[in-house]
C-alpha cells in the first residue's frame, strides 16, 4: 500500500517540470492543479486515498510549496471520524486515526492563527492518545503558549490525568510545558503529573526536573 501511496505522490508532482524551468504562472499552475487532485482524493470516503492526499502535501512541502488550500486540506483531514463524520446504520466510516496522526504533524508546517485553531480543533474532539499527541507536538513547535491553547492543552491534561497510561502523551505535554514561559497554570499542570502515581518513574521524573528548572527563573 506504501508503494501506491508514493506512487501517486510521485505522479502529482513529480512528472511535471522542475522548479526551475517553470515560470511564476506556470507554478502557480501546477501548484492550483495538483491541488485540485489532492482535494479530490482527501473527499474520497477510501482511506488509501485519504492517506494518498496527505503524502502529496508533504511531497508540497519539502518542495517549499505550501498554499493556503493545503493546510485547510489537512485541517479538515485532521477531523476525519471525529467532528467531520460519514456514518452508515450507526458505524463511521470515515474513522481514519492514522490519517488524522499525520494531518496533525503536517499542520506545524503551517504556522499562523488559523492553524493553532485547526489543531486545538483536533485536540478538543480526539480520543485517540496518538492523535492528541500529535496535534500538542505541533502547537509546540508552533509556539502557541496564549492562554487559549494553553487551556485547550490543559483539558487534554486532566481528561487523561485519571488514567496516565500513555507515556507519549505524557511526554508530549511535557515538551509543551517546557517551552511555555513559567506561570501558575504551567507549574499547576508540572505538579500534576509530577505528583500522580499512575505515570511511570520515567515521567514523572522528567516532570519534576521541568518544574524545578521552571521554577527557578
Known sequence: MKIRLLAFAGILIGVTLTAQELSVEDSYLQTSQNIMVIEEYSNSL??????????????????????????????????????????FQGRVLNNYPDVRERS?????EFPGPQTVSSLEQIVVNEKE????????????????????????????????????????LANSLLNYYDKCPPNGTVMAALSTIRDNPRYTANVKHRAEQIFKRKGLR
Open 104 to 108: 496533525a504533524r503536517l499542520l506545524a
Open 46 to 87: 477510501d482511506r488509501e486515498h485519504k492517506l494518498a492526499a496527505v503524502l502529496s502535501i508533504e511531497e508540497l512541502v519539502k518542495k517549499g510549496d505550501k498554499p493556503e488550500e493545503a493546510r485547510k486540506i489537512l485541517g479538515k483531514l485532521g477531523l476525519e471520524g471525529t467532528l467531520n463524520k460519514e456514518s
Open 129 to 168: 492518545p496518538a492523535v492528541i499527541s500529535a496535534a500538542i507536538d505541533s502547537l509546540t513547535k508552533l509556539s502557541a503558549f496564549d492562554t487559549r491553547t494553553l487551556n485547550t492543552v490543559q483539558f487534554v491534561l486532566y481528561q487523561y490525568n485519571a488514567l496516565a497510561n500513555d507515556s507519549r
